[in-house]
């Protein structure tokens, strides 16, 4: 293990650590106040089938036990950097600097792979000479108090030139999903540091603009989705949602521009649905009515959309009865129908 400590005060200071290999694969895991999940994390990083990786973690400002529990784990191909804090994209930007493999993986420190992640990952890069991107299926982790549900993505088969595909929604769902060659991070640039949130969409979008992906047809990713003190992000990821598509919409070329009131239509469904899931009082309830309307106003065919119409029954309940008399009564529909679509997710 190499460990190197980074302070910013006004200069950028930089103490390169350097190992005496070269890794096929960096993985690099941003940290901040992660002393709940981090040691797992990193767990799930080792048990990979792939082995010749090495595994950098940015210690953003920590103020917990991170650091600690860093320091425990022994593995020469763990090397820790620690700064100020300044946040996720910046964290991301500083092991890509740190980062020496001809390919590169992030993985956020609440999130974990199965064993097979990077190896399938790899393998699909190598088959596919023009992708500089591979990614896989997601499970979704729900805290339920004490434990943990799973729940799978919906599969998506998206290969090749996929710019199209990700102005409409972001099929990745997630910074902890991607493999990615170096070359092409390197044509790219770095994550966009203003962002507070869906500061991976942005880069998925940018790298699609002059890169195929590779799907891995598999889930692999488990994602962590915290209910902790979600409904006073909700705003924050919805501003940053809106950026990310005017600003991709600025930079996509002609002929896709009329993709524009379909994105717009999926962003008001995405707001809709996190008002929905996470809002505690009625403005909440009432700010996902706007966006379902707005939904319906550039797309009016959006009604006949399953998903949007499980939305749609979900926000009229909520009008009426409490968030968890709303929620039982959905869940105790959703048993009865066993072998049929979950009514909602």
Known sequence: MIFASVYEPRQHIEIQARLNFVATISV???AYN?????????????QQTFSDFELIVINDGSTDRTLELLNSV???RLKIFSYSNCGLPVARNRGISHATGEFIAFLDADDLWTPDKLELQLAALQQHPKAGVAYSWTYFMEEQGESLSFKGCEPVFFEGNVYANLLVGDFIYNGSNTLIRKQAIESTGEFDPTLKSCEDWDYWLRLAAHWHFAVVPKHQILYRRSSGAMSSKVEVMKQACLIVLEKAYRAAPPELQYLKNQSFTSFHKYCADLYLKHSTDMSGIKEAGQHLWMAIRLQPQTLLNKRFQKLLLKFLLLRIFSPSITNNFLQSINKIRPNRQPLVQ
């Open 34 to 46: 992660a002393e709940r999940t981090i040691l797992e994390t990193i767990t799930s990083v080792q």
């Open 28 to 30: 690099i895991i941003p």
């Open 74 to 76: 022994a593995d020469p």
